[in-house]
Structures are given as C-alpha cells and as structure tokens.
C-alpha cells in the first residue's frame, strides 16, 4: 500500500504513532544529553577513567532493554528470542553504533585501548562460544556466565584509576546519580516510543512482519547505545562513547544470556550457532582489525565508521535474502 494511498484513507490512524516517534527522538536526545553528563560526573566522583564508567556503568544501562525482553522471552519459553536478542545487539551495536558515531566524530584511538581492550572483547567472543559446541544453553552455561560478571567486575575494579584526564566533577554523586538515571528513563521510554510508532506505522503500510522485526525492531533495541555514543562524541567524551559500546556488548552476554540459560534451558537454534554468533565474532574482529590500522592516525575516522556500517548493512542485506528464501 502506498504512503498517499494509505494516508487518505485512514489518516487518524496514522496520528498516534506518528507522535508516539516524534515524542520517542525528543526523550531520546534529551535523555542522551543528561545521561552523559551524569556518567562522566560520576566516572570522576568514583575515581574511575571515563572509559570503564562507560563500559561498566553506562554499558550496563544501555543493555537494560536487551535483559528486559530477553527475560520475558524466557519467561514464556521463546529461548531463540532471548539469544538472537543478545547476539543480534551486539551485532548492530558494533555495526552501527559504532560505525554511526565515527562517522558523526571521529574517535580517537589510545594505545591502551587497542590493545588491551579490543583483543580482551574478541576473547570473551570466543570463549564463550566453547557454550555452543554441545548446541545447548543450560544451567551450567548460565553459571559460567555469571563467573565471567565476576571476573569483569574484578577487571574493572583493577582498571578504577587509569585516569585518562584530570578534570574534576561539577555535579555531587547525587545530582549525578538523579540525571544518570533520569537520561536513561528518557532513553529507554523514548526508544520504546520510537519503535511502537514505527511498527504501528509499518503495518498501516502494509510493511510484512518479517521486514518490521528484522529492520525496526532490531535497530530500535540500539537506540540507546546509539543516543548515548552520539551524544558522548559530540561532547568530546570519547572514552564514554566507545566504553559504552564495549561494555554494552560483554554485558549482552554475561547478562542477558543467563535468562534462557536459567529459564528455558534447552536446544540452540543451529542458525544463531552457524550464522549469527560467527557474524557477531566477525565483527569484533573487524573492529580489532580497524583500530590497529588507525593507531597511526590515532582515530578510529569516517573511513572506518563507514566499514562498520557497511559490514552490518551487507549482514542485514543477506539476513533479509536468506530468510526470504526459507
């Protein structure tokens, strides 16, 4: 159904939805705004470098909306949901996340942070894909799910003061904690906005289900990691920016993954095992890959921001075909 078509002849219905997304990108960019500005003031009240705030702090709050779906998902049984969930977001957080806020601003690249901290993602990747080699997700899986929390929240701890600026906060831990929470309600409520309106807008159109959920609600699940690293790079709070994506993409596995590990233990889909989860380690190479190459120009610039993008847009592209085929 075309757009002109579909709007002469229930126009009203249009109405909601389309506010529902104006109302969702206004919370967003709002949400984005305070949520930095209460992260970096609290990275500098705890003494922690700006770049383990964002992967630790902000990289669990932006990963909410990934545990609350995962969770229901496994509440009712749907494990492949709750998996494809994890894996899909760290997928789109690498592809366009990423890829979206080099292309805004590019992000300067620290020695520490390449070498250290990229190598440590692609590990974790690999590791814990030994959690596949039975094609099962169970209790056990869950467990070693949770000592890897630990051991991150142990790493983190060890990393609390590499320091890389001595600026001094200008909020209390209080007023911090207030916009950190309220930019993250913003974020979340606005994201949900978003991809109702536009879900509700699809289907007016006629757009098939299998489209709506493979494009709106997939990107609509990274809203908030996208929000927060824009808004972080426009700021010039590079290390929240990349820490965010980083710390989103452990924290989609160490926490979200236990829910059908726990809850609806059981089979894997052979498709995540063959398709999605090695896309996901791909991507993380590919990264790895991109940040040694642009050690030299310290930056991580639009040239590899436009790769990342182009490398999710071209797994998208062949999820579509390879569904549609099916």
Do not use: C
Request: a neutral charge; hydrophobic letters at 55%.
């Amino acid at each position: 159904m075309a757009l002109a078509e579909a709007l002469s002849n229930d126009p009203g219905g249009f109405a909601l939805p389309v506010a529902a997304i104006v109302a969702g990108f206004v919370a967003l960019v709002l949400g984005a705004d305070r949520f930095v500005l209460g992260a970096k003031n609290i990275a500098l009240r705890l003494g922690m470098s700006p770049l383990m705030v964002g992967m630790v702090v902000v990289g669990v709050g932006t990963s909410a909306p990934e545990m609350l779906v995962s969770a229901m998902a496994a509440s009712d049984g749907d494990a492949p949901i709750a998996i494809g969930n994890a894996i899909g977001s760290n997928i789109s957080n690498l592809g366009l996340v990423l890829g979206i806020t080099a292309l805004v601003a590019p992000i300067p690249l620290q020695p520490a942070l390449v070498k250290r901290e990229f190598p440590f993602l692609l590990g974790l990747m690999g590791v814990y894909a030994l959690m596949f080699v039975d094609h099962r997700l169970d209790h056990l899986d869950g467990i070693g799910l949770l000592a890897g929390i630990g051991f991150v929240a142990w790493r983190s701890w060890r990393q609390r003061g590499d320091q890389e600026d001595v600026d001094e906060a200008t909020l209390s831990m209080r007023a911090s904690s207030l916009w950190f929470a309220l930019g993250l309600a913003l974020m979340i409520g606005g994201s949900r906005g978003i991809v109702w309106g536009a879900v509700e807008t699809a289907r007016g159109l006629g757009i098939s289900e299998l489209v709506i959920g493979l494009t709106i609600v997939a990107i609509g699940t990274s809203l908030p990691e996208i929000a927060a690293s824009i808004a972080a790079a426009l700021k010039r709070e590079h290390a929240l920016a990349v820490g965010n994506v980083l710390g989103s993409n452990v924290f989609n596995l160490l926490l979200v993954l236990p829910f059908p590990a726990f809850m609806a233990p059981g089979e894997v889909d052979p498709a995540i095992i063959s398709r999605d989860y090695p896309v996901m380690v791909g991507m993380t190479a590919l990264l790895v890959v991109l940040g040694f190459l642009g050690l030299r120009a310290k930056r991580l610039g639009r040239v590899g921001g436009t790769t990342l993008v182009a490398a999710y847009l071209a797994y998208a592209t062949w999820l579509v075909l390879h569904v549609a085929q099916r």
